[in-house]
């Protein structure tokens, strides 16, 4: 296996601003791209005195708009400016499939710097990738390159297919999007010699992450073969945190393992990437913790309570599936309880959960079964109905028809509150129970995390309450999480959340 080179597509409009970044990250990238065509049109003629000045291998790349690139001039003036910035020691110049450009070409060869000859698939996935890509170079000395944005599951493992039937064959493949993340990561052990990120605001291509995520987070310069891989699925899930958690979960404890968001869209294609990518765990998000069971092999007694499951585990035997939610909302709950003065019992307490999704029934079964007393109450009153009358509980609209009954515990799991909540929900800054006047006494426990303070909590932080917020639970549940994975005790206080 080569190692994978994490290459910084450099973006900025100015050289100095580019070469900024690559001392800001110099520790975590081995190559860089300059994108001149990214640069202010001025910059361009000090073109030639990047590559020293980066002292590090370099590509030349002067992308089209058509192949997603910022250069608006004519091919000819793209073709001169490149036969102007080859005469420099830059390691590689990135020239696409179709580019007539034979005296950049010589000259290139003249200079030693090998060609990337490049495809990029931005209209989905051509029936015969591998194919394609093997015809791609024009030459035995050049390096072909596909970048092929990716739109569903299916496409991942149409990849997956190419990587195989070019195993061996020097290469750059890379699948573009969030349904590409995973060969971004996985580029060493997928077999691609580059692996692109991107400092600063401007992407330059969807998917990019930066790269001391991709390399310390991601540990995308390490991965070998008997890296164990773990994922969270959902859909969608590139915002997840829990990659902050395991992550540096593992590395604290020297378990060569890493764990990726995986965007999945069929929860039946999950399982096909899990075989070739050799998935061993998986945590599970909206919209699949109920779509998952038909596929467990071995359920655990809470997620067949619950009927959810956060959390797959591959066994000799297929996948078992468990749920850390109910333990991992209860645990920092129990720390709120035990510090009241004068001390609570959870049994003795009454309680409103506000939402009736799927995070609100590990929440209501976890309560029902230390004894309490709960209210579900939603904004569609029907799903409050059904789920209450599962677990035997009272039902109400969320509206000011709740005011006055006085509970001792409130739990708010709708997605209000929650930023990039979509349009539906408000966003950041809106308090789904804004009509309820707090008194003090309750113990309010928001599960939003993110914004970690939202704007319920702060209010009930105003009024004296004691507050739960709902980054505890996400660690709590990863917490539990990482056990099953490993079999081993989380090392508290790794987090990087
Ligand atoms: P879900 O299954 O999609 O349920 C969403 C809930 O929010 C539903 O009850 C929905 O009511 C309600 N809702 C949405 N927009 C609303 C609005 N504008 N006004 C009133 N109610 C609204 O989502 P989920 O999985 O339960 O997740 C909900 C939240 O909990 C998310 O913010 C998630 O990040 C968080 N969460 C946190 C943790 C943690 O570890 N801290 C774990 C799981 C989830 P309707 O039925 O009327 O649509």
Same mark, same amino acid.
């Given at each position: 296996m080569t190692p994978t080179k994490i290459c910084l597509s450099l973006t900025e409009p100015t050289l100095a601003a580019d070469l900024a970044l690559v001392e800001r990250n110099r520790d975590s990238i081995d190559a860089v791209e300059?994108?001149?065509?990214?640069?202010?049109? /001025?910059?361009?003629?000090?073109?030639?005195?990047f590559p020293e000045r980066a002292r590090l291998p370099a590509i030349l790349t002067v992308r089209r708009e058509s192949d997603g690139g910022r250069f608006r001039g004519s091919e000819e003036e793209r073709v001169s400016l490149l036969r102007s910035a080859?005469?420099?020691?830059?390691a590689f110049v990135d020239l696409e499939e179709d580019l007539a450009a034979s005296e950049v070409e010589a000259r290139a060869r003249a200079r030693s710097v090998?060609?990337?000859?490049s495809l990029h698939l931005t209209a989905g996935l051509p029936p015969d990738l591998a194919g394609r890509l093997r015809r791609l170079a024009r030459s035995a000395d050049e390096l072909p390159k596909a970048a092929v944005l990716l739109g569903s599951s299916r496409d991942l493992l149409s990849l997956l297919d190419a990587y195989d039937e070019l195993s061996g064959v020097e290469k750059v493949l890379l699948g573009m999007g969030p349904y590409g993340f995973p060969t971004r990561v996985l580029a060493s052990r997928l077999g691609s010699a580059l692996s692109y990120c991107t400092a600063g605001e401007r992407s330059a291509a969807p998917g990019h992450v930066d790269p001391v995520t991709l390399s310390a987070i991601y540990r995308a310069r390490s991965i070998g073969e008997r890296t164990e891989l773990y994922a969270v699925i959902g859909n969608?899930?590139?915002?997840?945190?829990s990659p902050w958690i395991h992550n540096p979960g593992f590395r604290a404890l020297g378990i060569d393992a890493v764990y990726l968001p995986l965007p999945i869209d069929d929860i039946a294609l999950f399982f096909a990437i899990a075989e070739r990518l050799r998935i061993r765990g998986s945590s599970v998000t909206i919209p699949h913790k109920r779509a998952v069971l038909p596929y467990l092999a071995e359920r655990s007694p809470e997620v067949a309570r619950i009927g959810s499951c956060n959390t797959l585990v591959r066994t000799p035997n297929g996948w078992r599936g468990a749920n850390t939610d109910a333990s991992g909302f209860l645990a920092p709950l129990r720390r709120a309880v035990e510090g009241t003065r004068p001390p609570r019992r959870l049994p003795a307490m009454t309680a409103l959960v506000a939402g009736a999704g799927g995070s609100a029934r590990a929440v209501v079964f976890a309560l029902t079964d230390e004894g309490a007393r709960v209210t579900v109450a939603n904004r569609t009153v029907e799903r409050a109905r059904s789920l209450a009358e599962e677990f035997g509980c009272d039902w109400a609209e969320l509206s000011s028809g709740l005011v006055g009954r006085g509970f001792d515990l409130i739990v708010q799991t709708t997605s209000v509150g929650m930023e990039g909540g979509g349009v539906d929900a408000g966003g950041? /800054?809106?308090?789904?129970?804004?009509?309820y006047d707090l008194s003090g006494r309750e113990i309010v426990y928001d599960?939003?995390?993110?914004?970690?303070?939202t704007k319920l909590l702060r209010r009930a932080q105003a009024a004296g309450c004691r507050v739960v917020p709902g980054m505890e639970m996400l660690l709590e549940q990863a917490y539990a999480q990482f056990a099953l994975f490993t079999g081993r005790d989380y090392p508290r206080g790794a987090a990087e959340t």
């Open positions: 300059l994108r001149a065509d990214f640069l202010d049109s /001025g910059e361009r003629s000090a073109l030639r005195s080859i005469e420099a020691p830059w090998r060609i990337i000859r969608p899930v590139m915002h997840s945190r950041a /800054g809106n308090d789904p129970l804004a009509f599960l939003v995390y993110s914004p970690r303070e």
